[in-house]
Nanobody
């Protein structure tokens, strides 16, 4: 079993920055084998959406809505996943979820951290 715990959410003004972090614990053998790590978000009244993903080798994907503003990174040795969010907009307000997407079985999810962008 793998547990994912996010941190770093909060209230920020438009144009500000936040850095989200996700720490993994539990079955470290499993978590180290997972190539695809992701951040999702879910805004009030909307479906959960993929924000960014990164492979162990460093290949990244970003949703068009965050491209150029968000940066995903991972530390394979520490099994951590980060999301640097700059130039935040009110529409970035959401609960952000850390995800590990294995090639086998079900995804692992964190409990979520809330980001609110408001003046």
């Amino acid at each position: 079993q793998v547990q994912l715990v996010e941190s770093g959410g909060g209230l920020v003004q438009p144009g500000g920055s936040l850095r989200l972090s996700c720490a993994a614990s539990g079955n470290m053998f499993s978590i180290r084998r997972i190539d695809d790590r992701r951040w999702y978000r879910q805004a009030p009244g909307k479906e959960r959406e993929l924000v960014a993903s990164i492979t162990r080798g460093g290949s990244t994907y970003y949703a068009d809505s965050v491209k150029g503003r968000f940066t995903i990174s991972r530390d394979n040795a520490k099994n951590t996943l980060d999301l640097q969010m700059n130039s935040l907009k009110p529409e970035d307000t959401a609960v952000y979820y850390c995800n590990a997407h294995p090639a086998w079985g079900n995804d692992y999810w964190g409990q979520g951290t809330t980001v609110t962008v408001s003046s």
